[in-house]
Each structure stands twice: as structure tokens, then as C-alpha cells.
């Protein structure tokens, strides 16, 4: 499960591209997958914090990972 840091019940860009990152970088999503895959890994009731930290930075839930976490260096490439 992702570990978000809450701050007044919101949660930072910086953090969430982070998390992003990380599920990318480990084989669990893809960067072309859209951002709204991210609701798997993030409880139903913390969502719409997360939804809304997105629309704050100009995200769209369906715009891909890769937008959201900008250049991934692949080891394997």
C-alpha cells in the first residue's frame, strides 16, 4: 500500500511523483499507464485528496505516469 504523507489532509505533488516512481521503477505500473492506476495502490477514503492535489498541479487522471513522473533511467536499457 502506498505510504502518502498527509499534510491538512492533503498530499504533496512531490510525494505522490515519488510513489509514482517507485511503482514504475518496480514493475508495478507502467508510464504509459494512466495516473488514475495509482488508485489502486491508495485507500478509497484518501482518493479524492489525492485526486484533488493532482488537479491542483494541472494532472489529468488520465494523462500517463510518465507526465506525472517526468524521465525514468532504466537500468536495463
Known amino acids: 500500500m502506498l505510504q502518502l504523507t498527509q499534510r491538512s489532509s492533503r498530499y504533496s ?19 504509459h499507464q494512466p495516473i488514475y492506476t495509482l488508485c489502486q495502490y491508495i485507500p478509497g477514503r484518501e482518493w479524492i485528496c489525492v485526486e484533488s492535489e493532482l488537479e491542483q498541479n494541472d494532472y489529468l487522471l488520465r494523462d500517463p505516469l510518465i507526465d506525472l ?9
Open 69 to 77: 513522473i517526468g524521465d525514468v533511467a532504466w537500468e536495463n536499457d
Open 13 to 31: 505533488i512531490d510525494v505522490l511523483k515519488e510513489e509514482a516512481r517507485q511503482l514504475v521503477e518496480g514493475g508495478a505500473l507502467s508510464p
